[in-house]
C-alpha cells in the first residue's frame, strides 16, 4: 500500500515529523523555493507586463534532480499534504509544489503548525485545508514588484554611480541611516549647568525656583545661583506611591532580534539562524521535538492551552500570587496572519533542563525566549516610587528612587532587566539637612544618536517598513553592498551609500520613502484579505513607476570613473578604475575608441612539477576569478586540477596527489588517504 507524503521545507524539520506520524507517512523537504520569476523577456522580469502582469516562473537552478524526485514520490503516493510555514511566503511555496508537482484538488491539502510537537502536527492533519488562493497573491505580488524595482532600480544605479542595487525596502531603510547623518551633521551643540547637592545618602539635583522649573544656560547663571544658596536644605515634600511595574509583551520576531542585539550581542542574522534550529527540532534524551513555536510573527497572541499550563506551571513552581494575566495589544495594525507569539513549546521544557543538548548560542536564545513568555503571564511586580522635595532660598531640589516591593514577572526576568532600585532615606517634611558640597556641572546636548541594528529594527516596525522576517536580510544587504558600515555596533553610511540615497531621492523621493513602501505593505495585506485586485494594484504602481525610471536613465547625471593616476600606454588618455560583474580593474577612459585593459602581474606560485611534462604546476584564475591549478605549458601541457595538489605522488600510480574536502586523493586512481 503506498504511503501518504508531506512535503515540508527543510530536511531537519521532515526528520522530526517523520517520527511522529509513522510508518504510514513519508516526509520529505523541498528545500525552500522550487520556483522563483525567470530573468527572461522586458528588462529580465519573468513577468509579461502587458499580459496582465503574467508571471514566467522557472525552476531554479540546481533544484531540477529535486523537483524530478519529489515528482516521482507525488506518483507513488496515494496522497500529499503541503506543509510548508504558515506564512504568506510558505502558502506561496505550497501553490508552486502544487503547480510544479502537477497536483490536482481531490489528492492533496494544505496543513499548517506552530509548532513542530507531536500533539501538535497530528492536530494540524485534522485542520487540512486547501491552498489560500489571496495570500499566495500577495506574496507573489510582493515578489513581482521586488523584480521589478530591484532590477530597474539596481541596473540604474550601476550604470550612473558606484552603487551595486537598489530596492523597494532596502533604499528606505538605508535612506534612514542617511538621513540620521545628516540630523548629526547639521546638530549644534548647545551647552547647559546642572547644579546638585551632595548629602551623606543621597544627591539633590536643582529642580526649579519657586514654581518654575530652571534651565541654566551659561557659567555665569549657575555662579549667580550657586552664590544665594546656604547650606541648609529643608525637606519640603516626601511623596511615596506604590506603581506596578508591568511586565512585557511575549517575543515577536522584531522584539526577539531588538532584545537578542542589545542583551545577547546576537545580530538579526544570527538570532533568525539559531531561533530555526529550535524551532525545526532538537534531539532531546528520549525525542526530537521543536523547542519553540514559529518564529516568523507579527503577534504576542499566546494559545490558550500556552496559556493553561503555563498558569499551572507559575502556581506550582512560585505560588498563586503570581499568576498574572493575558496582556493584549494595544495596536491591531500591521499584524500579519493570525500567528501566536513566540513561545516555548512546553513550559515545563526549563532552559537547564536541555542545556546538555543546545549549543551556547541556542541556550541562550532558548533562556531569553522562555523567561520572556513565562513573565509575560506572570503578574506585575510593585515598586515604591519616593520623590523627596528639598528647598534651598525657594530653589527646589528634587531627588527620585524607587524599590521593588514585590517582585512579580521579575522573579524570572530580572536577568535581561535592570530594576534601577535606588533606596532613599527615611525623611520627614521638615527635616534639616545640611551640607557643603554644592557643585555645578557643565554638559553639552548630544546629537541624535546613529542607529544600531537593534534601534534600527525598531524604526522600520514602527513605521511599517517591510515584514520582520525581512529586517535580517535588508541589514545584511546593505552592509555586503558596501552602503553602511558597523561601526561600535553603529551603523554609519559610506560614500557610496549617501551619494545612491541621494540620487534616488533627486528621481524618486514619490516612491522611495516611508510613507509610500508603508502604504504598499498595507495593500499586499489587502490583497491577502481578499479586498484588492493585485493586478490593479500592478497596473497603478508600474504607470507611475516607469517613466520615473526612463526620465532617470535619461537625465541622471553620470558619476565620472575615477582616475588611477597614470596614462594609457597605447593612446596617452587618463586611466580609470572600472567595474564589472567580477570585480574592480583599470582600463583606458578613452573606450570604445581604445580598448586597452591593465593586466594586473601576479606572483606566479609553482606547486610542484608537472607529472605529463617538464614544465610546472601552478596557481591559475578563471575569467569568474576562481582558483584552479594547471601547468606553466599550456596549451601544450593540458593538466589541470580544482584541486590543490599536495607536492606528492600517488603510489600506485605516479599520478598527482590533491586536496579534496578533508582527505588526499589521487587525480587518476582510487587511491586516498
Not at 105 to 115: A, L
Not at 569 to 588: D, H, L, Q, T, W
Not at 606 to 617: A, L, Q, R, T, W
Request: with cysteine; glycine share 6%.
Amino acid at each position: 500500500m503506498s504511503k501518504k507524503l508531506v512535503i515540508v521545507e527543510s530536511p531537519s524539520k521532515s526528520k522530526t515529523i517523520e517520527k511522529y506520524l509513522g510508518s504510514d507517512y513519508k516526509v520529505v523537504a523541498s528545500m525552500g523555493h522550487i520556483r522563483d520569476l525567470a530573468t527572461s523577456g522586458k528588462y529580465g522580469f519573468g513577468i509579461d507586463i502587458e499580459d496582465d502582469f503574467k508571471p514566467n516562473y522557472t525552476v531554479i537552478k540546481g533544484k531540477n534532480k529535486l523537483v524530478k524526485e519529489l515528482k516521482k514520490q507525488v506518483n507513488d503516493s496515494s496522497y500529499v499534504y503541503l506543509a510548508t510555514d504558515p506564512d504568506r511566503e510558505g502558502e506561496a511555496i505550497s501553490w508552486h509544489l502544487y503547480d510544479t508537482l502537477g497536483l490536482k484538488d481531490k489528492d492533496y491539502e494544505r496543513i499548517v503548525f506552530n509548532e513542530i510537537t507531536k500533539n501538535v502536527i497530528l492536530d494540524s492533519f485534522k485542520k487540512a485545508r486547501k491552498i489560500d488562493d489571496n495570500l499566495v497573491k500577495s506574496q507573489e505580488t510582493r515578489r513581482m514588484l521586488d523584480r521589478i524595482i530591484g532590477f530597474r532600480l539596481s541596473k540604474l544605479m550601476q550604470s550612473k554611480t558606484g552603487g551595486k542595487s537598489a530596492g523597494r525596502v532596502q533604499s528606505v531603510a538605508l535612506k534612514l541611516i542617511v538621513d540620521r547623518e545628516r540630523e548629526i551633521e547639521a546638530f549644534k551643540e548647545e551647552e547647559y549647568y546642572e547644579i546638585d547637592a551632595h548629602f551623606k545618602d543621597m544627591d539633590s539635583k536643582l529642580d526649579s525656583y519657586k514654581n518654575d522649573k530652571l534651565e541654566i544656560k551659561t557659567e555665569d547663571e549657575a555662579k549667580n545661583i550657586l552664590s544665594k544658596l546656604s547650606n541648609d536644605f529643608k525637606v519640603e515634600n516626601v511623596d511615596k506611591k506604590e506603581k506596578e511595574k508591568r511586565g512585557k509583551y511575549p517575543f515577536t520576531t522584531s522584539t526577539l532580534q531588538q532584545e537578542a542585539s542589545t542583551k545577547l550581542n546576537f545580530s538579526s542574522k544570527k538570532t533568525m539562524s539559531v531561533a530555526q534550529k529550535l524551532y525545526e527540532g532538537i534531539s532531546l534524551k528520549d525525542e526530537t521535538v521543536g523547542l519553540i513555536s514559529y518564529m516568523r510573527t507579527d503577534s504576542i497572541r499566546l494559545s490558550d492551552e500556552f496559556i493553561g499550563s503555563t498558569y499551572k506551571y507559575i502556581e506550582e513552581n512560585y505560588g498563586k500570587e503570581y499568576i498574572g494575566y493575558v496582556k493584549k495589544s494595544k495596536n491591531k495594525d500591521n499584524v500579519q496572519d493570525a500567528h501566536e507569539a513566540i513561545r516555548p513549546t512546553s513550559i515545563y521544557r526549563n532552559p537547564e533542563s536541555v542545556k546538555e543538548y543546545l549549543t551556547n548560542d541556542e541556550y541562550k536564545l532558548y533562556s531569553i525566549i522562555y523567561y520572556r513568555a513565562l513573565a509575560s503571564l506572570m503578574k506585575n511586580a510593585k515598586v515604591l516610587a519616593t520623590t523627596i522635595i528639598l528647598d534651598n532660598n525657594d530653589y527646589k531640589f528634587k531627588t527620585t528612587g524607587q524599590i521593588v516591593v514585590f517582585d512579580g514577572y521579575l522573579k524570572v526576568y530580572s536577568k535581561y532587566e535592570d530594576t534601577n532600585d535606588k533606596e532613599l532615606p527615611d525623611l520627614k517634611v521638615g527635616d534639616i539637612l545640611n551640607t557643603d558640597d554644592i557643585e555645578y556641572t557643565r554638559h553639552t546636548t548630544n546629537p541624535p544618536a546613529r542607529y544600531t541594528e537593534s534601534k534600527l529594527i525598531k524604526e522600520m516596525e514602527e513605521l511599517g517598513i517591510g515584514r520582520p522576517s525581512t529586517y535580517a536580510t535588508t541589514i545584511a544587504i546593505i552592509q555586503e553592498r558596501g552602503y553602511v558600515k558597523l561601526i561600535e555596533k553603529k551603523f554609519h553610511p559610506t560614500e557610496i551609500g549617501i551619494e545612491t540615497t541621494d540620487k534616488l531621492q533627486e528621481f524618486f523621493k514619490d516612491i522611495i520613502n516611508v510613507k509610500y513602501t508603508k502604504e504598499m505593505e498595507d495593500d499586499l495585506d489587502k490583497i491577502a484579505d481578499g479586498d484588492l485586485d493585485y493586478i490593479e494594484l500592478l497596473k497603478r504602481f508600474y504607470g507611475d513607476f516607469e517613466p520615473k525610471v526612463k526620465d532617470a536613465f535619461s537625465n541622471m547625471e553620470k558619476k565620472p570613473a575615477e582616475e588611477t593616476g597614470e596614462m594609457c600606454p597605447n593612446c596617452g588618455s587618463p586611466m580609470v578604475i572600472r567595474k564589472s560583474r567580477y570585480g574592480e580593474f583599470e582600463a583606458c577612459s578613452n573606450y570604445p575608441t581604445c580598448k586597452y585593459i591593465k593586466q594586473e602581474k601576479k606572483e606566479i606560485k609553482e606547486i610542484m612539477n608537472c607529472p605529463k611534462c617538464e614544465g610546472k604546476i601552478v596557481e591559475k584564475t578563471t575569467k569568474r576569478g576562481k582558483t584552479f591549478y594547471g601547468c606553466n605549458n599550456y596549451p601544450k601541457c593540458d593538466f589541470a586540477s580544482w584541486d590543490k595538489p599536495t607536492g606528492e605522488y600517488c603510489p600506485n600510480c605516479n599520478s598527482v596527489l590533491v586536496e579534496h574536502k578533508d582527505k588526499i586523493k589521487c587525480v587518476n586512481c582510487d587511491y586516498e588517504k
